[in-house]
Structures are given as C-alpha cells and as structure tokens.
C-alpha cells in the first residue's frame, strides 16, 4: 500500500443530526467513545495506508485541533479547507495538490464501513481501472444510488434514488482513483461524481470498476444511525481499531460512574464522568461526556448530550438530548424528538402518555 494515499471528506454541516452538530462537526461526534472519525482513520492505518489528507469546511479548526499531525495515530494527517460547499468532486479535486502517490482512496467522512480496504485496492489494480467503487448490496436500494454492473464487475451506470432499481447494489461512499483522473475533475466550482465524474468517465469510455461485497455498512448521518452505528462498535458489528475498551454490552469510560443496580445494554456508551442512577434502565444508548441519567430513568437507542441531565422517571425512547439540556422528571419523549442545547423541561411538561 506504498503507493496509495487517501483522502477523507469531512466538510458537511450535518444538519440531519441536528441540535448534535451545531457546535462539532459530523465525523467529530462521540461514537463509542472517542470521535466517530477515528474509527476511520483506525481503517485506513491497519490496511496499511500512512498519508491522509482531510477536505475539511464546517468547524475546520476542530479537526487538527483533536487529531494534529496524525503521528499519535501512525499516520501523517494534511488538513485542506475548502472554502464553499465544492460537492464531492469539487471537494476530491481542491486537495490534488497534496496528492503524489498512483491511486487515492477516497472516503466519505459520515460512512461506518467495514470493507476489506486492501481487498477494494487489489480489485483496482487487477482491472487496471480509471475508478474503482466500492459497492454494497442492501435490502431496499431505492433510498440510496444503485449501481449496476456487468458479469466482470464493470460500472455500467449510475442511477440516483429510483422507484424502480434495477439492483441492490448501491454506492458505499468509498472510492479508488488513479491520481491523473483527479486532475480531469474541473476546479473551483461544484462538482457530483455521481452526477457528473462518474457518468462523464463512463461516457468517455474509462473503466470504472465496482467491488462488491456484503460488509457492514452504516450511512451515520441520522441520530438514528448515529446510535445504532455506535452501539455497533461497542458490540463488535462493527469493525475499528478505535474503541476504547474492550466489546461488549457496554462501554464505560474513564471517570463514569454506573449504579450497582442499573442496567446497561445493547452497546450503550457511558461517557467520561457521566453518571448512572440506580435502576435506571440504558439499552443502546450514547451518553455523552458529563451527561447524567437519575435514578429509575430509562433511555433507549437515544443520545444524551454532553452535561445533559435525564432526571428521575424520566423516558428517553429514540430521541436527541442536546448538550446541558434538563429533561425533568416523569417526562416522556420518544419518535425523533430533539430537545436542543441548554433548554430545561419541567417534570413532566412533556409526555406521549398519560400515565402520569
């Protein structure tokens, strides 16, 4: 993997995960214990690859800030600010220069993957390809772009979120490029590669290549994937090198403090200092750093903030809690509620049920 490099856009807002990423970038958010990005970077350093660069935008500062130089990871990490939203050709594009090596893998910051990265470069060479893709077979095709291929594995076209897929195979969000195709992508302005790149290379009659597999693979950009991802991680689903801890039920981190009697399940994270009340109930869960949980409280499959505080009785079902917020006791929230940063519930001012 000497000649290859890679290259990890982490410019979104993130709007989908919303109040999380008002003050942290997407790929910067807690998962499974330390920034979701990590657990990339961990990827991309045990398939061999040294040399990152990061397209940053959204928060810029964050990222050299947390992860510097990379040489604390064993890699050497280049940070690149695209100015204005570029796409994802415009982003691959405005960090050429500090592309040399012959192929460039190319990822999608907000993708929690556990393909064989090696085995996506060997399918690359192998087909002598302009562009490989990295491509997954999912259940219902027809949120994502499907791609279909032919007996060799060639791309034959792209299609974007069609009622009618003529596969199950979707783009993964993770691509091999020979570095002279980078250069063919225009500079300075907007640039799709599934709308423009791709359907351009084929056109002009480049083999652009497909590696299909059946890894795991999360698309992280909904609190819903956030928290299922994460509790992956913690299990052992999925693949990193990152985690903090060994896998299991639960991950508790430095400084937590857990309640002999409460209960932990599902892959929930227990962040620094956060707290645990006795009997309460945690199952698939992310609690932030500081966040607290009162005693006989319940979370499921929700995100607690940083310095957020679920008090006693409270119920937390598939739901965001913004950083400081108070949910107060007896509350109820469920179904993608999103309680933003520093707001304070009153016990019992919300509820989905009426067994008060």
């Not at 040399?100 to 929690?112: I, M």
């Not at 299909?212 to 991802?229: E, F």
């Amino acid at each position: 993997m000497q000649d290859v490099q890679a290259v990890v856009l982490v410019g979104g807002q993130g709007t989908r995960l919303r109040p999380l990423t008002l003050s942290t970038p997407k790929p910067m958010l807690p998962t499974a214990g330390v920034p979701f990005l990590a657990h990339l970077l961990s990827r991309i350093r045990v398939a061999g690859v040294r040399r990152v660069v990061l397209g940053t935008s959204y928060l810029a500062e964050t990222f050299a800030s947390h992860f510097g130089d990379g040489s604390g990871l064993g890699l050497e990490l280049r940070y690149v600010v695209e100015e204005r939203p570029l796409g994802t050709g415009g982003g691959i594009r405005n960090v050429a220069d500090e592309l040399s090596a012959e192929h460039v893998l190319v990822f999608n910051g907000d993708v929690l993957a556990g393909t064989d990265l090696r085995a996506v470069v060997d399918t690359h060479r192998r087909a002598a390809a302009d562009v490989t893709l990295h491509l997954v077979r999912v259940p219902d095709p027809r949120a994502y772009g499907c791609v279909p291929t032919d007996a060799d594995g060639r791309v034959l076209r792209f299609l974007e979120k069609t009622q009618d897929p003529p596969t199950d195979q979707i783009n993964a969000g993770c691509y091999v490029f020979r570095r002279e195709i980078i250069d063919t992508i225009p500079a300075g302005r907007p640039v799709s590669v599934e709308r423009e790149t791709f359907p351009g290379l084929l056109a002009a009659g480049a083999r652009v290549q497909a590696h299909v597999d059946a890894a795991y693979w999360r698309d992280m950009g909904t609190p819903t994937d956030l928290v299922r991802g994460s509790a992956d991680l913690v299990r052992g689903v999925a693949p990193s090198a990152a985690l903090p801890g060994p896998t299991g039920e639960a991950l508790i981190l430095d400084g937590a403090h857990v309640a002999a009697d409460a209960e932990l399940t599902g892959g929930t994270t227990v962040g620094h200092r956060a707290r645990v009340g006795a009997n309460a109930r945690v199952d698939g869960a992310l609690l932030l750093d500081g966040a607290e949980v009162g005693a006989g409280a319940e979370v499921r499959h929700s995100v607690v903030g940083a310095g957020a505080v679920v008090e006693d009785g409270a119920v937390i079902v598939d739901a965001v809690v913004g950083d400081r917020a108070v949910v107060g006791k007896r509350c109820e929230l469920r179904a993608g509620m999103r309680v933003w940063p520093d707001v304070v519930l009153a016990p019992g001012s919300v509820r989905f049920s009426s067994d008060v």
